[in-house]
């Protein structure tokens, strides 16, 4: 019933899609007759530095020295490892863009990861959904004591920019690899190479439940495989179909939020960083910045993607760049999505509660497609944003589609990403290789797990070869 629902939303999709039951390689040959943009590359312009600087800001006002975290939303306490890890990202990009120096990056990063290599873990297994920023004690999303399960799709972001830090700054390799060789990794990737993540509610025993939807999940899934981890079943598009919009087949998740408790967002945010990190290449794909991606799928859905918001403004006016993002006020946080729960341009609160009040042309949304297809529709979007900032507090989070002004709040994960896009646009994909070195502790540990019993090391050359 929900597909034919679907079917008849003549003003926002032009027909039906149809359910793949495997990538059909009819997809990724259409690719070869389109115009494909290339992305944005060169040297960073004098406004795009001043960009750079700004959105570090955020990270100036909002680090704690006494852990080494950064508040995942301006003044509050309280961090997630998604935006843990988008701070990473910016620390990383702040440094290479020169704007500080070697000796602040040294003191930031030593401190974040002595940390991590300290974190108290839930339940003995892996970091804490949230913690607090200034004493790095487990908490609720209310900022309140306590351990509330693990994200796997949070900690596979996380394990991307440990990878991209360890392989930039082989110098911190020995404290990443201490930091993850105290994890136990038993239930949150299964035999079968699917992502769980943990919930505990009260008076509830631990619940492990399937994480992820299309695009997230095989974007988080990279993650995992950069350490070796087999993620066979979480890294396929499938089970998926394709809605019609503006004359672009729109690819989304099928799985019924019904029976699993959790939602299907097409967004933009996961494809930009599987672009901007890792090229769209599949993981054991060590090549440079080229145009070549070896994760095709993943590429040819992220063009679709981009392609559907260019054309929703060629036929409506309305500028478009749709992303999940924070609010000032409740609820604080929306999925402000291509297509979710059967409709097209549908923004819901993680509730699934109808918002199309808020939603927004987010920054991270529209930096992202601006540097990774170089095209009039993403200059438009450069202009439509790039001035939405305070200068003494970051980036704002977007501005809303109804010209009802500023979303007013300034996150660890809008700047962060703002600053990645940045250097990608100087450096290209993200994720690069120094020549080979000894091998690491982590390597070293794989080969021979005596110490490790217990806690579920990937075996070595299992998935793989070169970590």
């Known amino acids: 019933m929900r597909y034919i629902i679907v079917c008849l939303l003549g003003v926002l999709a032009t027909g039906c899609g149809n359910k793949y039951n495997s990538f059909s390689e009819d997809v990724v040959e259409r690719k070869s007759h389109w115009n494909t943009p290339k992305a944005r590359q060169g040297n960073l312009t004098e406004q795009e530095m001043d960009m750079a600087r700004i959105a570090w800001k955020y990270f100036e006002n909002n680090y704690q020295e006494s852990t080494g975290l950064v508040n995942a939303v301006n003044n509050y306490p309280s961090v997630t490892w998604w935006d843990a890890a988008s701070y990473m990202a910016g620390m990383v990009s702040a440094y290479e863009l020169g704007i500080i120096d070697k000796e602040e990056f040294n003191r930031r990063l030593v401190r974040i990861l002595t940390t991590l290599n300290t974190l108290d873990l839930f339940q003995n297994e892996l970091p804490n959904k949230a913690y607090n920023t200034q004493t790095a004690a487990k908490v609720d999303y209310g900022n309140q004591p306590g351990e509330i399960g693990y994200s796997a799709l949070d900690l596979g972001r996380l394990l991307i920019w440990l990878h991209i830090i360890k392989h930039r700054y082989p110098e911190y390799g020995t404290s990443i690899d201490s930091a993850l060789l105290r994890w136990n990794w038993c239930n949150v990737v299964d035999e079968n190479g699917t992502m769980f993540g943990a919930l505990l509610e009260k008076d509830k025993p631990v619940q492990y439940l399937q994480e992820g939807r299309l695009g997230y999940e095989e974007y988080a899934a990279k993650g995992f495989q950069l350490w070796g981890f087999d993620?066979?079943?979480a890294s396929m598009p499938e089970p998926y179909s394709t809605i019609n919009l503006y004359g672009y087949d729109v690819p989304y998740d099928t799985r019924d939020p019904r029976?699993?408790?959790a939602h299907s967002y097409v967004v933009t945010e996961s494809y930009v960083l599987d672009g901007i990190e890792m090229g769209w290449d599949l993981v054991d794909d060590r090549t440079p910045h080229d145009y070549k991606f070896s994760n095709q799928w993943m590429a040819e859905f992220a063009l679709q993607i981009y392609r559907v918001q260019e054309e929703r403004y060629k036929q409506t006016g309305i500028i478009t760049a749709r992303t999940e993002h924070?609010?000032?006020?409740?609820?604080?946080?929306?999925?402000?999505?291509?297509?979710?729960?059967?409709?097209?341009?549908?923004?819901?609160?993680?509730?699934?509660?109808?918002?199309?009040?808020?939603?927004?042309?987010?920054?991270k949304g529209a930096m992202g497609m601006w540097v990774l297809w170089d095209t009039p529709y993403t200059d438009l979007l450069f202009d439509h944003i790039s001035h939405l900032y305070d200068r003494e507090k970051g980036f704002y989070e977007g501005i809303f589609e109804n010209g009802t002004g500023l979303i007013n709040t300034f996150t660890s994960?809008?700047?962060g990403i703002t600053l990645e896009i940045l250097l990608y646009k100087q450096q290209g994909k993200l994720l690069t290789y120094k020549d080979d070195v000894a091998p690491s502790l982590w390597e070293k540990a794989l080969e021979s797990p005596f110490g490790y019993e217990g806690q579920c090391l990937p075996r070595k050359g299992a998935f793989n070869s070169r970590l």
Do not use: C, H, M, R
């Not at 604080?332 to 109808?354: H, K, M, R």
């Open 231 to 233: 993620t066979t079943q």
């Open 259 to 261: 029976k699993l408790k």
């Open 326 to 363: 924070q609010l000032a006020g409740p609820p604080y946080f929306v999925y402000d999505t291509i297509y979710t729960d059967g409709f097209a341009w549908n923004t819901i609160s993680e509730v699934g509660e109808y918002l199309p009040q808020f939603s927004a042309v987010a920054i």
């Open 413 to 415: 994960n809008n700047n």
